[in-house]
């Protein structure tokens, strides 16, 4: 369980960083985000849990 929120308080800081570094770019990046048909935010929303899932088994061994 700590590893879980341990993986949620490194992903806000993350995204906390890119937010408060880059606020315009961020907000075009979600305008054009809005624009997307559904099936591709699916698709994309669905690799990148793929690719997350191999590096945790990578790092975890």
């Not at 961020?26 to 935010?41: F, G, N, Q, T």
């Amino acid at each position: 369980m700590s590893d879980l929120l341990a993986a949620l308080g490194l992903a806000l800081v993350i995204e906390g960083i890119v937010y408060a570094g880059f606020p315009g770019p961020m907000k075009r990046m979600i305008v054009s985000i809005l624009e997307l048909p559904e099936a591709v935010l699916r698709a994309g929303g669905l690799a990148l849990a793929a690719v997350g899932l191999v590096i945790v088994w990578l790092v975890r061994g």
